[in-house]
């Protein structure tokens, strides 16, 4: 992120994956009314300080009664006991559920709550020679929201090291990835290794601010779509159409990955 001088640079190692020892499916039965669910002073959520400074914490501000956290989809890191919140280690972007379940008592109780910054929307994109495949950002939890940022240079991104000399062209101002140039490129070997997966760390700064935020994401080669697996192409087309129509993604039976891109040669 040039003229950024908090920004991570390009040797910033890639972030531990989330721990998912303790993962839990979503709740068969649950209710949105429950008295004295925890409230965190507002549903939305803007992050505060930097990466590597230390973490912002939230805490319910009602004083809910002793009792048991835990939240969908994986990203958002709760403790469970108190429901304090590390915003900082958290993956934002993002529009998750809380879960409060009273001690002593058995009733699952839910509250929302948006953890306002960037991602991506999992996706399959198939290589055309008359389009260019782009992999865009967007904002919020909401698919909808327009582009926040432009060639002004009010935003800024840019990806962590990925060693072995692979590299993933993203433009720095808007956040958008050349998925095309990325294979050209050998993101995915030379030539490229058909299933390789490429984990990568996403730093970045949203209107003009010096916040720094960071996310992951998933990249994966396939030669054809035949060739995806079953499951993973299940997964990718339930979250997106959940993003579609603004549900919160990955409250299913297994522990939800990081946003997943997958890049096809031929169809």
């Known amino acids: 992120m040039p003229g950024n001088p908090l920004v991570p640079d390009s040797a910033a190692p890639?972030?531990?994956?989330?721990?998912?020892s303790n993962y839990q499916p979503f709740p068969q039965k649950y209710s949105f009314n429950c008295p004295g669910t925890?409230?965190?002073?507002?549903?939305?959520?803007?992050?505060?300080?930097?990466?590597g400074s230390p973490d912002y914490l939230i805490s319910p501000i009602n004083n809910p009664a002793p009792g048991h956290y835990h939240s969908w989809p994986?990203?958002?890191?709760?403790?469970?006991?108190?429901?304090?919140?590390?915003?900082t280690k958290s993956q934002t972007g993002m529009r998750y559920y809380i879960e409060y379940v009273q001690k002593g008592s058995n009733d699952t109780c839910l509250s929302t709550m948006i953890l306002t910054g960037a991602s991506y929307l999992d996706s399959i994109y198939v290589q055309n020679p008359r389009v260019k495949n782009i992999a865009e950002p967007?904002?919020?939890?909401?698919?909808?929201?327009?582009?926040?940022c432009n060639m002004d240079g009010n935003c800024?991104?840019?990806?962590?090291?990925?060693?072995?000399?692979?590299?993933?062209?993203?433009?720095?101002n808007t956040g958008f990835i050349d998925l095309d140039q990325s294979?050209?490129?050998g993101a995915f070997g030379n030539p490229a290794v058909n299933g390789t997966t490429v984990n990568i760390n996403i730093f970045y700064t949203l209107n003009n601010s010096n916040n720094i935020q960071s996310m992951q994401l998933q990249l994966m080669y396939y030669d054809s779509a035949s060739l995806i697996p079953a499951g993973t192409r299940a997964e990718i087309q339930n979250r997106s159409s959940n993003a579609n129509v603004n549900e919160i993604?990955?409250?299913?039976?297994?522990?939800?990955k990081p946003p997943m891109i997958i890049i096809v040669r031929n169809q």
Do not use: C, E
């Open 14 to 20: 890639l972030q531990a994956p989330p721990n998912l």
């Open 183 to 185: 294979l050209q490129d």
């Open 156 to 172: 800024h991104w840019v990806i962590g090291n990925l060693g072995n000399g692979r590299f993933i062209p993203m433009d720095f």
């Open 38 to 51: 925890p409230f965190y002073g507002d549903s939305l959520i803007y992050p505060s300080g930097n990466y």
């Open 74 to 87: 994986v990203g958002l890191v709760i403790n469970d006991s108190t429901g304090t919140i590390d915003v």
């Open 138 to 148: 967007y904002f919020d939890g909401n698919i909808k929201m327009k582009n926040i």
């Open 249 to 256: 993604l990955g409250t299913g039976t297994a522990p939800p």
